[in-house]
């Protein structure tokens, strides 16, 4: 079970309650394929990824960045069993897509970029930054959860 | 790798945040101890409340020192040498921390720049402070 101060479970609804899914969701996902280009790898079916420019306007790439982001509202909603409500995705993840699960973390650390452009230092301060961090490792550590 | 682009497009950036050295450093510093407790163990001789003098005159060091780096990467090891030697032997910090280090000056860049931090300044510039960290623990073993 993960220790959640009062402070942190409302600083992590407070930013969820800020954040557009729709929104960061493609913004994250298109710049881990800019930022960190092996991760292309998982989507040779999305078209053209050749340029930072055609990452960032391809329509594929927008949709999945969607489907991940609002993935973690259950995760926001359940602070106390991530575990159990990601066991499903984590299976998914090793045995179907067979995804590093590095590239979870590599991830996390994307969309908290995206989120500190999108509010600046005082919206994303240093204890709203720690709180979505420490939600986001649990996350990520839940998704890599049942690889063996 | 950087491109002849990136390498003007770290310059730019570093030449922009040189004016407010101070408040770049410090912030992403407090960034660090904050989401990553650990890294406070290297500090216990500093004053490390936010803005103190001390996180402050630490934060301009670090801030000067990479865009020291970024005028002139392509002769990072040589540049970089004193620090190099600094952090093999006597400061000694374990270099997972170095990555949490730039995360949060991405962090703190990403925070002042907004929409000016675009996709490919956010790669170059994850690049340069990967290449960075490297020449650091160059001389640890």
Partial sequence: MVDWTDAERSAIAAMWGKINPDEIGPQALARLLV?????????????????????????????????????????????????GVY???SVMHSEKLHVDPDNFRNLADIITVCVAMKFGP?????????????????????????YH | MLSRAEKALLVRIWDRMLPIAEDIGAEALLRMFTTFPKTKTYFAHLDITPRSKQMLSHGKRIVHALHEGAKNISTL????????????????????????LSHCILVTLACRMKDDFTPVAHAAMDKFLSAFAAVLAEKYR
């Avoid at chain 1, 079916?45 to 969607?66: P, Q, R, W, Y």
């Avoid at chain 1, 709203?128 to 649990?138: G, N």
């Avoid at chain 2, 540049?79 to 921390?97: E, G, K, V, W």
């Fill in chain 1, 35 to 83: 930022v960190s280009p092996w991760t292309q790898r998982h989507f040779s079916t999305f078209g053209n990824l050749s340029n930072s420019a055609a990452i960032m306007g391809n329509a594929k790439v927008a949709a999945h960045g969607k489907t991940v982001m609002n993935g973690l509202d259950r995760a926001v909603k359940n602070l106390d069993d991530i575990k």
């Fill in chain 1, 122 to 146: 005082s919206g994303f301060s240093p204890d709203a930054q720690e709180a979505w961090q420490k939600f986001l490792s649990v996350v990520v550590s839940a998704l890599g959860r049942q």
């Fill in chain 2, 77 to 100: 090891a040589t540049t970089l040498a004193p620090l190099s030697r600094f952090h093999a032997y006597q400061l000694r910090i374990d270099p997972s921390n170095f990555k949490l």
């Fill in chain 1, 87 to 89: 066991s499903d995705l």
